[in-house]
């Protein structure tokens, strides 16, 4: 039996390594946050200030007390900085649907999903909308024939178009992207198919465009340099814009597991700085004079750490780059200050860092995958450290690096990988074990070499170098994609079996006695869960347009076009690698001229949709049908249910459980629930 004594004897054998769980419950208070339903309120933080006074006040209590007030601290002090960052960044959210002039300064320039020009302003003006209601960035994609203005940052851009409050989660407990918008400042979402036209040059002088303009010049010289899929990929490596390349290539990135080669983010950093470090380090090392009287690792490591702080600025400085960049440094200081660089606490320092000035990263792919794989890696070499391993042959031990490498960040981030993005590819390992040495040994290293040269005007030739490593980088990530059974699709767990999984694996990764192994435990339970996902017999989107019925072939759509978004999403999170046109072509939704049918346990299923839908209603009202509606009806007189846009305004997408002939609801939106990022809707001025 575990008394409270064995538990604070183990406790008191992990003091060494306690430090390593304080991002732990520091993200476990974010997330905790992030997640309720509904903002708290003065009753909440007065009750959790006199819960943290009372943590406090038992610090100074010896055995199990102090380390469980700790983490109780930990949780309080996350959650209220996380509510802090909330609200000091409020912005108003637009609150009903534009249509009309948009006036705005571009701060931003990439692709969006349909493969078009999107960009993001700020200093927006809208028609008729007061300053204080005026969001103060949109982002607005470009439809139709465009080239009356070529976008760059800084300049003041006049264009039409419709633009709408950030969409929320197509199904309860999704993704939502009004929280992701928000902390982006970003207030309305749209689209332009009339010319964006030039109404002022763009600014000189702010430090923040400048560097943008930068971005774009180098971005637009690489291309030049370097045409085609090869350039976008060099401009993506060395500037983070990745504007220039295809959804194809994109997609073959995707589906090969190489597509953390165009984000800048650790690996990048990591090599970037690990080769300057070399560089420095090792050329001094030729002057004797200096090898005996410099300490070469230290100039090393201020030399890596000034051209990682270059590669930030010039990348735009996104949450990926900032993450990892927060990462080197902390190594990197390590080196200036004689202490060991690669360690479990330099790893927990920087994601303390990264969380207090983004606690929103928390929820992301991007910030969970990076310190996924560099926690593993730290503890897998960590545990080589005394092995016979390092007395291998230099090549053998290269090689058994790299492999070794790949198998652990592989192992590590696929569970989250496969939760977020419904895929596992069945090849990723060995596409990465033929294309990273490829990135590491070319393209860096040729990066390198274009940046000191093209102030001689030489920059062509680190380039030219690049493309060597690029061009076969590219030929994996196509070979790969097209082989059979690449990638196999999984359905989206459960909210709580993520966390379940990482607790496990962070137990055991942190624990530092035998006990550790117990942490497979709640991992195989998280697996298990998993395998037992169940998913919504009916999905009904925001705005009624349209719905999903699963049936024996999968999810079965009513509409083989419009609504795209819910449709790919719903069938991502089933794990069903269907496109909507053969999703709607299923038996289990009858289509015929506004009016799809379909069954469910005892209930008729119909949804109505153009002129005649108010007449098939009538004609389909009764007991025990559901009627879903995309525009308003008149009362019927029938004993159906009515699930039109006024009932959807209050509960968002719906998501329907059969349980024992009864129909469950699960609504996005609890009544009465409202967050800063989703407030309650106000009418149109």
């Known amino acids: 039996m575990l008394t409270a004594g064995r538990l604070t004897r183990m406790l008191d054998g992990q003091r060494g390594s306690l430090i390593l769980w304080t991002p732990v419950f520091y993200g476990t208070g974010i997330a905790a946050y992030l997640g309720l339903a ?39 002090l996350r959650a209220a900085i996380a509510a802090g960052r909330t609200h000091s960044i409020a912005e108003p959210v637009l609150s009903f649907r534009y249509y009309g002039p948009i006036q705005g300064r571009i701060v931003d320039i990439d692709r969006s999903g349909s493969d078009k020009i ?48 950030p ?48 971005r774009n010049t180098i971005a637009g010289a690489v291309r030049a340099t370097l045409p ?16 220039g390349l295809d959804q194809p290539t994109l997609e073959a990135m995707r589906l090969s597991n190489l597509a953390h080669l165009l984000a800048i983010s650790g690996l990048h950093m990591g090599m970037l700085t690990g080769f300057v470090f070399a560089l420095v380090r090792y050329g001094l090392a030729l002057v004797p004079w200096a090898a005996l009287r410099w300490p070469l690792h230290k100039i090393g490591a201020v030399s890596a750490l000034a051209a990682g702080t270059v590669y930030l600025g010039l990348s735009g400085g996104n949450v ?88 652990v960040a592989g192992l590590a981030t696929a569970p989250i990988a496969a939760a977020h993005f419904n895929r596992v590819p069945h090849f990723g390992l060995i596409a990465n074990l033929l294309a990273v040495p490829a990135m590491g040994a070319v393209v860096v290293p040729g990066a390198v070499a274009a940046a000191l040269l093209a102030p001689l005007g030489l920059g062509e ?47 055991t990764v942190l624990w530092t006695t035998r006990l550790r ?31 999903g019925l699963l049936a024996e072939e999968g999810r079965s759509l009513s509409k083989p076009r419009g609504g795209g978004f819910a449709a790919e999403t719903w069938l991502e999170n089933d794990g069903d690698g269907a496109t909507q046109g053969v999703a709607a072509a299923r038996s289990g939704l009858m289509i015929d001229k506004g009016h799809a049918v379909g069954r469910i346990g005892p209930f008729d299923i119909h949804h109505l949709w153009g002129r005649g839908a108010e007449e098939a209603g009538r004609a389909a009202c009764a007991r025990n049908a559901i009627l879903v509606t995309s525009a308003p009806i008149a009362p019927l007189a029938g004993p159906c249910r009515v ?19 009864t129909l469950i609801d699960v609504p996005t939106y609890r009544p009465g629930a409202h967050r800063p990022w989703a407030p309650r809707p106000v009418s149109r001025p």
């Not at 989206?492 to 990482?502: D, Q, R, Y």
């Not at 699930?643 to 002939?661: F, N, S």
Request: charged share 15%; glycine share 10%.
């Open 228 to 243: 085609g899929t090869t350039g976008a990929f060099a401009a993506a490596v060395i500037t983070g814009d990745r504007s």
């Open 461 to 507: 030739v680190g380039l030219r170098i690049m493309a060597l490593g690029i061009d076969w980088i590219l030929a994996v990530a196509h070979h790969v994609a097209s082989l059979d059974g690449t990638v196999s699709h999984v359905a989206t767990p459960a909210p709580a079996i993520l966390p379940l999984l990482t607790l496990g694996a962070l137990f």
């Open 320 to 407: 990926a780059t900032e993450r990892a960049y927060i990462m080197v440094a902390v190594m990197f200081a390590a080196v200036l200050f004689d202490r060991r660089a690669l360690t479990l606490r330099s790893v927990a320092l920087a994601a303390l860092i990264v969380l207090t000035l983004r606690p929103e990263a928390i929820l992301g792919p991007g910030f969970q995958m990076s310190f996924a794989a560099t926690t593993a890696l730290v503890a897998a070499f960590g545990a080589l450290r005394n092995s016979g391993f390092w007395r291998l042959h230099p090549v053998l031990r290269w090689v058994g690096a790299l492999a070794l490498s790949s198998l």
């Open 38 to 76: 509904r903002e708290p309120g003065a009753v909440f933080w007065a009750s959790a200030a006199t819960l943290a006074t009372a943590f406090l006040w038992r610090l100074r209590r010896k055995g199990l007390e102090a380390p469980l007030a700790i983490a109780g601290l930990c949780l309080l």
């Open 643 to 661: 699930i039109d846009p006024a009932v959807l305004a209050e509960t968002g997408a719906l998501a329907l459980y059969l349980r024992k002939e």
């Open 118 to 165: 999107r960009l993001t302003l700020d200093r927006v003006v809208l028609e008729r909308v007061p300053d204080a209601r005026t969001p103060a960035r949109i982002r607005i994609s470009l439809h139709g024939d465009q080239g009356f203005v070529t976008p760059e940052p800084g300049l003041t851009v006049i264009l039409t178009g419709h633009l709408a409050p």
């Open 517 to 547: 192994w117990a942490g497979i435990l709640p991992a195989m339970a998280a697996l298990a869960l998993w395998a037992m996902t169940e998913r919504p017999g009916l999905l009904i989107a925001a705005d009624g347009g349209l719905i």
């Open 167 to 214: 969409g929320g989660p197509v199904e309860p407990g999704g993704f939502d992207f009004r929280r992701q918008a928000w902390f982006k400042r970003i207030g309305a979402v749209g689209y332009t198919r009339t010319p964006v036209l030039a109404l002022w040059p763009a600014e000189e002088g702010h430090t923040g465009l400048l560097l943008f303009r930068l």
